[in-house]
């Protein structure tokens, strides 16, 4: 059913949190509220509209703009039910002829003071004050528009999607408000006194200021003051869709509104409980790449790299790859194919690749780009807990009294859990960062973090195990917990490891970087600050110990007993939108959906059942296998669904050998990516739009993605597997991606009770969702741990090989930023470049110094593998000795200095640590010029496929 | 025997010439033995500054008003002399403007160095907060709750009651506010005590943080008194030494920690949550109550907001009893009304007198008729938001109910005598013109009424369709009375209405 456009539900004052019920009568009308409740909202709850300018659910109270006054029975005057909270039996009314006269006398003034271009307004049928003036039945402006006014206020264009037109603004302060409440950044201000007040953004633009772009305050906006600029283009929205966003591992539900198939504006969705309303600029703003011109729509074949690329029908195309891979197979064995699925795809998609793997190809070589940012948690976890997924539901964070930080940069890479967490945090609760870097949430508005441990890149182990020694020497763990939870033996062993002299700050204090005393305090910190959570990122999962300091973060939440309730737990921020999902879907080489190891026959045998095939049960290969074997000659097949190995993998020389060893190489994207351009098909993806499926985020919430627009290939990505599936010969029948998640629930215990009927009715559902918890689980390992006894796993700190020395005396490190999202082959074809147009190398001014290195300037950044070259930006955010750049375009060659180690466990590679020198140098690097001219030539190679056909 | 010399410090004495006096006074009285001279407070008799007083052989006779010239002939003259100079006063005890007065509040203003911690101990200082420190919290609140004490500062809201909120509210820290943003055209009865008696006022203060449980209080200061700021940051600082002040007050165990803090010339500051607003830093802007100070107040801790009268009437009430001062006053005010005569008067000051008297008599007590020597005409009673009363009002007994009923307030005391060249229309302007400066911007009403207002008033003084834009005048005064978030808007109407209801003549 199609839902027509209207704003989303504001019930004017946010929701009081679990104070008794109070019964009251508005209008007549009997209504029970929570104590704490506004007349405002107890009015809307009870089906009564009462106007309201500057009231908004999203943000406190604030009772400025007073045309929501009331009357009381008892009480003088006309309070603002706004800021009036409800008593027991209140008598209010919101209709009288006083009342009446009231607000027509506001809004004459408020008009008094705004142009009267309605019919040409952009916002014209979306506007508040519009349907406010309506409302209140005013029918002239004695004051007339010669007086003192605005009108003539200039407009700031300067952000790319959205325009501040203050000439119509009416100074509610809601987008002041939102920018402080809502997002945390405090980049907006009212300025000025009186009729003078004016909402500034305290710089000379919006662009040139501290605003982030999260669209918080446009959302806020009641009026055409804060306007989308797809709304100016192109009008008011006339259909909606709820839906979820594909960027980060946050998850927010949206709301796509459309006029026709095309998306006019994505606004966050009130009611997702990811994000309950809020969004930042890529998700928000950074659609536009979805109807990029770059988008490939049809598929394409050719027989070698060097060969213009044939655009042919999907038949032809999948008909090509299906034999290429029969015929290696062929000759080359079963094992000599395989695949890599997508965290960018839906559940319902990673599950048929793995599927295609499993019973098509008759092999297990199917991994997914999890590989190379989680996989360490979902090994550590399992081992500690039992099971590979963070504990907690994002609301958990809001009773956190110490919030442990390590590794992850919310702000910039979860940026709307970012602002969950720093609400928090300006309600008073503790930090502790242990970052090499001081990110934004060490020092930002009304944020200052307790501790900030400066690791040394690759230390991560030995600060956990210092903390935990401090903790388990000063008695400061929770003995009671660990005796009724954890493993006994386990935990003895441990205790006797950790106690060790050499686990004390003081000893790892050289390894470490950190000062003993910091580390000390940060550690009787978060084990007697309360309400204790660990928040962590790639810069734990990413090191050559990444699942060990997963297990040692496990064991601190153990030994505190700061896990199985709100408030605590172990907090996996992932980084994309269904990395959790893609995990859950048997996409690693070992494991069946649910986390079920190939080795167990039991649950082999349920699938060779519904399968109605034999499955393998040794393990396939891992990515980084692949790639090795792909070079011995043993491995010449690739299906690739939405993944940009070429630029995202570590080493990409060795990399780019191995792709181009390929006899065959499918790549599914949306994009040429980097990939592509080693690939023989090209099979056309479909953006999130374009499909119905679920994603999984980071607090194991299943969301559904629904289809917006037709997709412009003709195919959502699940059809174009199953089609690729039976050209294999392996036959799947599903009409639609509902009755995929019928088969996973069907075969997946803690997805049983998972269906798109219930996903509907309930928004979204945390597995595990079965019979014992039909509603999901937001909290896990309540009663006990998943395993039956936490784990105590021994996490002995072993240094990376990659060590600084003379030749390579830094350590580079590498993170991302807000406006580009990973690979940037989304974002980067979005005006989010308007803020991050290239990735520049940090460096603090101690090392730039030594260097003769200044701000700007164009420096070499040698590993033992390769080099690339990149702008200097002077900062003291990095201590002396790390440097640290993103890797969000492919002429940056972030992944050409990377190198091959990797985590112990899971081949997670090391990216969060190599051993660079850094000098100026006047010129690209040579990786540089090949990459630009290879770049040029298949693009040309593209060109050519387009103009033949 | 030695002599004792007094001209007052006070600023408005300073103004007029006070430094002179005393410098004129420091170089003559040096050929002289044992000659003191102290720079003591203002009584508040500002007519009579530069004022002197002599104290010789427990007499103490005044002078005034002088100027520097005047000294050395005072000074040629002996004792028996004085009464026949042109500036003789006598004691001023006995003076007529003084006689008349009852002074509680103001006791001890203007007798002594308001910094000489020894003179206010001697005049009974701190005794209340030796008696406070020996009850319990709640038998101080009923003690204060029994004097009958309404908030000086202009709303009224009984103290008692105020205390008891905070007293009862459960947290951590809990603070006392003081309002020193003495905003008023024509009040200065602050900055008079302030400059006066300082340790009053932190008597007040400290006595009701005991009273409440909050050991840490901020008295908030208009930037514009600076005589006032050095005064109350020596006095804190000699309070502190001395034990009055800091962590163990009068060796009872309890703290209280106070500070100075400086506002930046708003008068919205003056209201309370503006005032709490700029105090934690933010700009000065009003917020909406509920929640009332008293539970979430001062960085959202509950916290007494009271005014410097307030606060200063404690510290007797403490020592006097509750019931000496509530003895003074008429219906449900209670205590003594310290009035502020400016505008054109003859005798401007401060006059400290018991609820009750009506506005004619204090007029006629005090003012001396009008500077100009014309008839008065309008009386702005209550500050730049009170309204203008015309002679027929003028019997209306001072008190906070009565005068409500007269369509009036008392406000904070002040009283603006106008004669009979005043244009009514002009003075309705400069209410909205007054509201426009100085509104914080947050609430419509007053934000955009105010301007409106101005030019609605514009357009009737140039009588351009009277009728219709005085109907429409009269709707924005409803608009800015009934939805106004605070008094600033909400007040605004009383001297627009009140001078168009008394004064029509002006405005056809």
């Not at chain 2, 951590?172 to 008696?197: H, P, W």
């Not at chain 2, 901020?218 to 930037?223: P, T």
Request: charged share 20%; with cysteine.
């Amino acid at each position: 059913m199609v839902q027509y456009y209207e704003p989303q539900r504001d019930y004017g004052t946010p929701a009081a949190s679990g104070g008794e019920a109070v019964a009251l009568q508005i209008d007549g009308i009997d209504i029970e509220v929570p104590a704490g409740t506004s007349v405002m909202r107890a009015a809307a709850l009870a089906g009564v509209k009462v106007p309201k300018l500057c009231a908004s659910d999203s943000l406190e109270a604030f009772g400025s703009c007073r045309v929501c006054l009331v009357e009381i029975a008892g009480r003088r005057g006309y309070p603002a039910s706004c800021t009036t909270p409800v008593e027991p039996g209140m008598q209010v009314q919101t209709q009288t002829p006083a009342l009446a006269k009231l607000r027509r006398g506001v809004m004459e003034l408020y008009i008094s003071d705004h142009p009267l271009d309605c019919l040409t307004c952009p916002t014209n049928g979306d506007c508040e004050l519009q349907d406010t003036a309506g409302e209140v039945g005013l029918r002239a402006v004695r004051y007339g528009f010669a007086g003192a006014n605005h009108l003539e206020a200039e407009k700031d264009q300067s952000n790319p999607y959205f325009t501040f037109d203050p000439a119509k603004c009416i100074v509610c302060s809601r987008c002041v408000r939102a920018c402080e409440e809502v997002q945390g950044t405090f980049a907006l201000t009212i300025e000025g006194r009186g009729f003078d007040s004016r909402v500034s953004v305290g710089a000379t633009d919006f662009l040139g200021s501290d605003c982030v772009s999260c669209g918080a305050c446009v959302n806020a906006c009641p009026t055409a003051t804060l306007t989308e600029n797809s709304i100016i283009e192109q009008g008011i929205p006339e259909h909606t869709a709820i839906t979820t966003c594909a960027y980060c591992g946050v998850g927010c539900g949206f709301r796509a509104e459309l006029r026709g198939n095309t998306v006019v504006r994505m606004t966050p969705w009130k009611d997702g409980r990811a994000n309950e309303g809020h969004a930042c600029v890529k998700g928000r703003f950074a659609f536009g790449y979805a109807t990029h011109p770059d988008r490939i729509t049809t598929p394409m074949v050719r027989d070698s790299i060097e060969q213009p690329w044939r655009e042919v029908s999907w038949d032809e195309a999948l008909q090509f790859a299906a034999r290429r891979f029969r015929e290696i197979q062929e000759r080359h064995g079963r094992n000599s194919i395989g695949a890599i699925s997508s965290s960018r795809c839906t559940n319902e998609e990673v599950y048929l690749v793995q599927k295609l793997v499993r019973a098509g190809f008759g092999n297990n070589n199917i991994d997914t780009c999890a590989r190379v940012c989680h996989s360490p948690t979902g090994f550590g976890l399992k081992t500690t807990l039992g099971e590979s997924a963070g504990t907690q539901a994002f609301t958990s964070v809001d009773s956190a009294d110490v919030i442990m930080v390590i590794g992850a940069n919310p702000t910039e890479a979860h940026p709307v859990f970012g602002s969950r967490l720093k609400r928090r945090l300006r309600e008073g609760a503790r930090l502790i960062v242990i970052d090499p870097r001081e990110i934004e949430l060490v020092d930002a508005p009304h944020i200052r973090a307790d501790y900030h441990l400066p690791v040394n890149p690759g230390a991560n182990v030995a600060v956990l195990n210092a903390m935990a020694h401090v903790i388990a020497t000063e008695a400061l763990h929770d003995a009671g917990f660990i005796a009724q939870r954890c493993d006994r033996e386990s935990f003895a062993s441990w205790l006797e490891f950790v106690s060790a002299e050499h686990n004390a700050p003081e000893a790892l204090a050289a390894a470490t970087g950190v000062d003993p005393e910091s580390l000390r305090a940060a550690a009787r910190l978060y084990a007697s600050g309360g309400n204790a959570a660990i928040y962590y990122g790639l810069g734990v999962t990413e090191h050559s110990q990444g699942s060990t300091a997963v297990m040692a973060i496990a064991n601190l939440a153990m030994l505190t007993g700061n896990i199985g309730r709100e408030g605590v737990g172990v907090n996996p921020m992932r980084g994309q939108n269904n990395v959790q999902g893609s995990c859950d879907m048997g996409s690693f080489p070992h494991e069946l959906p649910g986390y079920r190891h190939l080795s167990d026959a039991a649950t082999r045998g349920q699938f060779e059942a519904a399968w109605q095939v034999q499955l393998d049960p040794e393990p396939g290969m891992r990515i980084p296998n692949m790639f090795d074997a792909a070079l011995d000659g043993q491995f010449r097949g690739l299906y690739c669904q939405g993944e940009d190995v070429a630029q995202s993998d570590p080493n990409t020389q060795h990399i780019e050998a191995a792709l181009s060893a390929l006899e065959c190489l499918v790549v599914q994207d949306i994009f040429l990516n980097e990939t592509a351009k080693f690939a023989h098909v090209f099979l056309p993806g479909a953006s999130f739009l374009e499909k119905d499926g679920t994603f999984t985020n980071a607090e194991r919430r299943i969301s559904r993605v629904r289809k917006v627009m037709p997709p412009l290939s003709g195919k959502a990505d699940w059809e174009v597997t199953q089609a690729f599936a039976a050209a294999l010969g392996c036959d799947m029948d599903y009409a639609h991606p509902s009755q995929i998640m019928d088969e996973i629930a069907s075969l997946t215990p803690t997805f049983s009770g998972v269906s798109y009927a219930l996903l509907d009715e309930k928004g979204s559902l945390q597995w595990p969702c079965n019979e014992s918890a039909p509603e999901g689980t937001p909290t896990m390992h309540r009663d006990e741990f998943v395993r039956g006894k936490g784990y105590f796993a021994i996490t002995d700190f072993v240094a990376t090989d990659e060590r600084a020395n003379r030749r390579f005396p830094l350590l580079l490190t590498t993170g991302r930023i807000l406006s580009q999202y990973n690979v940037g082959a989304q974002t980067r074809r979005t005006d989010n470049s308007a803020w991050h147009s290239e990735d520049t190398l940090e460096i603090h001014p101690h090392d730039a110094q030594e260097r003769g290195v200044s701000e700007g300037d164009w420096v070499g950044i040698q590993s033992r593998v390769g080099n690339t070259v990149l702008r200097a930006t002077l900062t003291t955010r990095v201590k002396p000795g790390v440097v640290y750049t993103t890797f969000h375009h492919p002429v940056s060659g972030a992944n050409v200095v990377t190198t091959d180690n990797s985590d112990w466990a899971t081949n997670c590679p090391e990216y969060k640590v190599t051993a660079v020198q850094v000098s100026r140098v006047s010129a690209p690097s040579a990786w540089q010029a090949r990459q630009q001219q290879f770049d040029r030539k298949q693009r040309d190679l593209l060109e050519r496929a387009r103009t033949d056909a | 025997m030695s002599t004792r010399y007094f001209v007052p410090r006070d600023a408005t004495a300073r103004a007029v010439g006070a430094d002179a006096v005393a410098a004129a006074l420091a170089s003559g009285v040096a050929e002289h033995n044992h000659a003191e001279i102290v720079r003591n407070g203002s009584r508040g008799a500002f007519w009579l500054e530069p004022l002197l007083e002599i104290e010789q052989d427990g007499k103490r006779v005044g002078f005034g008003p002088l100027c520097a010239d005047d000294v050395p002939a005072i000074l040629a003259l002996e004792a028996h002399e004085y009464a026949t100079h042109d500036r003789y006063l006598g004691p001023l005890e006995q003076h007529p403007w003084f006689a008349a007065q009852q002074r509680v509040t103001f006791m001890r203003a203007g007798l002594d160095d308001p910094l000489c911690l020894e003179s206010y101990l001697a005049r009974h200082g701190f005794e209340g907060l030796e008696h406070a420190v020996h009850l319990s919290p709640g038998d101080i609140v009923d003690e204060v709750t029994r004097s009958g004490l309404r908030g000086r500062g202009g709303a009224a809201f009984p103290t008692g009651v105020k205390w008891r909120t905070v007293l009862e509210a459960e947290a951590g820290q809990k603070y006392i506010v003081c309002n020193a943003d003495e905003g008023d055209s024509g009040t200065f009865a602050d900055r008079l005590l302030m400059e006066s008696d300082p340790y009053q006022l932190i008597e007040g203060m400290a006595i009701a943080g005991v009273a409440v449980g909050a050991d840490r209080g901020y008295i908030y200061l208009r930037s514009e008194y600076p005589d006032a700021w050095q005064v109350m940051h020596t006095a804190i600082a000699k309070a502190e030494a001395a034990g009055y002040l800091g962590q163990d007050i009068c060796d009872s165990g309890r703290a209280f920690h106070l500070e100075l803090r400086l506002g930046a010339g708003a008068y919205i500051c003056g209201e309370e949550t503006a005032l709490l607003d700029s105090l934690e830093g933010k700009r000065g802007v009003v917020r909406a109550k509920p929640p009332l100070p008293a539970h979430q107040g001062l960085f959202g801790q509950p916290t007494v907001v009271n005014n410097v009268l307030t606060l200063a009437a404690v510290a007797s009430i403490m020592a006097d009893g509750a019931e000496a001062y509530a003895g003074l006053g008429s219906g449900r005010s209670r205590g003594t009304l310290t009035l502020q005569l400016a505008g054109n008067v003859r005798h401007g000051g401060l006059v400290e007198v018991p609820y009750g008297c009506t506005l004619r008599e204090v007029l006629d007590t005090f003012a001396g008729g009008t500077r100009s020597g014309r008839p008065m005409r309008a009386i702005q009673v209550g500050g730049p938001l009170g309204a203008y009363l015309p002679e027929s009002l003028w019997d209306t007994p001072l008190d906070y109910e009565a005068f409500a009923a007269a369509g009036g307030m008392l406000g904070h005391g002040g009283v603006v005598v106008f004669d009979d060249t005043v244009d009514m229309a002009a003075q309705a302007r400069f209410a909205m013109a007054f509201c426009a400066a100085e509104s914080c911007g947050k609430c419509t009403p007053c934000r955009v009424g105010s301007v409106r207002g101005v030019e609605v008033l514009d357009r009737i003084i140039a009588r351009e369709e009277g009728a219709r834009n005085l109907a429409l005048l009269e709707d924005l005064c409803d608009t800015m009375t009934s939805a106004s978030l605070c008094a600033m808007g909400g007040l605004t109407p009383n001297p627009v209405r009140s001078a168009i209801a008394h004064f029509p003549e002006d405005f056809q």
